[in-house]
């Protein structure tokens, strides 16, 4: 997103994505029904456009890759896609949030998809994915998927997966302190919040501090809502 102080004018309308800076060097995209469709033809001499990941000491560091997706050979990137469940069955929402927000999206299919199951669904249909989960612990009470392990897991799945952090704003400095591990430690390329979710206002400027952190990173947020 913009700098703190810009924060309001950016919310006024419903914003689900904002992803200017890690694409910022992506000179032809197309943005098309919730997609940023990548013109291939054009991207050819680019190769992998994405830049280089910080090296990780996570889960997943002796795999990290240190490119981001393939443009040539993508159809679209998807820019909003949820991990609702990890490797051991925990789930990013209760039974109760995940029975409304499946009747809210009409969803009949699989509400809780892994890390490795959206890489497999997206690789063979040549789409990317941002990937995040929320971390909405204070507010809804429910424990949130790991970030950390989120983003490690991406890493095996490099060619497919672009990994946002995403932390709970309502944990202060401990927010901020993680903001900065996320970025320095497990590469993540941008930030989701949730306000609605999360229970937090964002244009208060008790969160200009988490903000500062992912800017001073010269990473995205996505802000739902």
Known sequence: AERPGQLRGLLRGRVEAVLVRPLHHLRHI?????YLRVDAARHAEGGAAFPPRPEGRGLHAA?????????AALTAIDVHVHVESDERGRRSLDDELLVASARYFKASQDRTPTVEQIAGYYRPRQLAAVVFTVDASTATGHQALSSEEMADRAAAHADVLIPFGSVDPLAGEQAVRRARRLITEHGVRGFK??????GFSPDDRRYYPLYEVIEAAGLPQCHGV
């Open 193 to 198: 919040f949730h306000p609605s979710l999360q």
């Open 63 to 71: 795999t990290r890759m240190t490119t981001g997706p393939d443009l």
């Open 30 to 34: 197309e943005h098309t029904s919730g």
